[in-house]
């Protein structure tokens, strides 16, 4: 069976420079393959395994899709998304389970306050708490039990890793990773995660968005709603003519609109290169236009500070 990616297999993906002093390395691998699928560069071993975490969310909306839901692109790229929790994302998501006869009653989604800290900060004024459907999973939830409803399923069960919502998302990631999970896990929402190699991550998401561009397009249209306004996942898809989802601990797979895809895990889990690495691979590949990678890869939120001030910078390398 194929091990997990250790440190024994990974490359150098990104250095963090403090007051012209590197201070810490972020290794990992990354993978980056054309719209054949054929491979034009790769960083450590993209062949191990890993959690792709939330970057899975489209191959189980695409199940969910295949169970008989029926989603407008808004709601497509909610359910797809790790949205940030402002009101726009939580009245979408609403409407995916207003459309399957269901509330949010239904979600068994953590209580979390929006990732969004003006969203949280609005949920105070108003004196609401955190709530499942503020997590940033919710809709990702929602479109499972979507999914169950259309087919007949249960939803009061929709998380035991046995249901059939999540057979189906497991069936998708094999058609289109070209490799058979190889661990189910739980996830930080409670739904389950599956372990594949790196490579079937981007090949998953080049073959994916090429067969269904419907949902690239969604993302596409409504990049506000794959994750937050100035979050790195929708800066890429809004600046790059991308489609893009990162997932926890350091995971990022993006799809440029040459068909080229690229998937980085950073093996310390820290999510604040990932994108850029990704960026910068794709750049390098001719796969997105330079000067808009250059201004992506200017991100202040790279910038390392001291008292506030920036001294230094996380550069891909």
């Given at each position: 069976m194929t091990r997990p990616l250790d440190a024994r297999v990974s490359g150098p993906l990104a250095v963090v420079t403090r007051s012209g002093f590197p201070e810490s390395v972020h290794l990992g691998a990354a993978v980056v393959m054309d719209a054949d699928g054929v491979e034009l560069r790769r960083i450590g071993d993209p062949a191990r395994l890993i959690y792709p975490r939330s970057?899975?969310?489209?191959?189980?909306?695409?199940?969910?899709?295949?169970?008989?839901?029926?989603?407008?692109?808004?709601?497509?790229?909610?359910?797809?998304?790790?949205?940030?929790g402002t009101p726009r994302h939580i009245a979408v998501v609403r409407e995916v389970l207003?459309?399957?006869?269901?509330?949010?009653?239904?979600?068994?989604?953590?209580?979390?306050?929006?990732?969004?800290?003006?969203?949280?900060?609005?949920?105070?004024?108003?004196?609401?708490g955190p709530a499942r459907i503020a997590m940033n999973c919710s809709g990702n939830h929602a479109g499972m039990l979507a999914g169950s409803v259309a087919a007949g399923w249960s939803v009061d069960d929709y998380l035991d890793p046995g249901h059939p919502i999540?057979?189906?998302?497991?069936?998708?990631?094999?058609?289109?990773?070209?490799?058979?999970?190889a661990h189910q896990g739980v996830d930080g929402c409670g739904g389950p995660v599956w372990a594949i190699p790196l490579t079937a991550l981007a090949d998953g998401y080049r073959r994916l968005f090429a067969d269904d561009p419907t949902l690239a397009a969604a993302v596409r249209a409504f990049p506000d709603l794959i994750e937050g306004p100035g979050t790195p996942t929708t800066r890429?898809?809004?600046?790059?003519?991308?489609?893009?989802?990162?997932?926890?601990?350091?995971?990022?797979?993006?799809?440029?609109?040459?068909?080229?895809?690229?998937?980085?895990?950073?093996?310390?889990?820290?999510?604040?290169?990932?994108?850029?690495?990704?960026v910068a691979l794709l750049a390098a590949s001719g796969a997105v236009d330079g000067e808009a990678a250059?201004?992506?890869?200017d991100d202040p939120a790279l910038a390392v500070t001291g008292g506030g001030v920036p001294v230094g910078r996380i550069r891909v390398l």
């Open positions: 970057a899975l969310k489209p191959f189980q909306t695409v199940a969910a899709r295949r169970a008989g839901a029926r989603f407008s692109d808004e709601q497509s790229v909610v359910v797809t998304s790790s949205h940030a207003a459309a399957a006869g269901l509330d949010e009653g239904a979600l068994q989604t953590p209580e979390s306050w929006p990732s969004s800290t003006e969203a949280a900060r609005d949920r105070v004024r108003e004196g609401l999540h057979a189906l998302a497991a069936t998708v990631i094999a058609e289109y990773g070209r490799a058979r999970p890429a898809v809004a600046t790059l003519d991308v489609v893009a989802k990162a997932g926890a601990e350091g995971v990022f797979a993006a799809v440029a609109r040459n068909g080229a895809a690229v998937a980085v895990k950073v093996l310390d889990g820290s999510s604040r290169g990932a994108a850029a690495v990704a250059e201004a992506f890869l």
